[in-house]
Nanobody, 124 residues
């Protein structure tokens, strides 16, 4: 059974920063992508960023240059540093992990394992 421990999120003004963290245990495969999707009210889930077991990173165009994904192997934890936040970044952010090919990383349906989500609100 895959278990997630997520933290971070909250409310911030436009231009501010937040950091999400996620630790996933119990994933049975040796190759994986782990990272975040988000879902705003009335919208479909959208891939934000993931990092692979080999250190490869993927970002959506909407966050590239503002968000940075990283991992601490010693702590088995992944981080999403979100800078220059915009109101359109407001959403519930879900940590995900699965054995997904990098070129398909943004397809939500390919991930079977999802965390409980964390609210991120960007508003003045």
């Amino acid at each position: 059974e895959v278990q997630f421990v997520e933290s971070g999120g909250g409310s911030v003004q436009p231009g501010g920063s937040l950091r999400l963290s996620c630790s996933a245990s119990g994933f049975p495969r040796k190759t994986w992508l782990i990272g975040w999707f988000r879902q705003a009210p009335g919208k479909e889930r959208e891939g934000v960023s993931v990092i692979g077991y080999d250190g490869s990173t993927y970002y959506s165009d909407s966050v590239k240059g503002r968000f940075t994904i990283s991992r601490d192997n010693a702590k088995n934890t992944v981080y999403l540093q979100m800078d220059s936040l915009k109101p359109e970044d407001t959403a519930v952010y879900f940590c995900v992990i699965d054995n997904v090919v990098g070129s398909s990383w943004y397809h939500a349906r390919l991930y079977d394992y999802w965390g409980q989500g964390a609210q991120v609100t960007v508003s003045s």
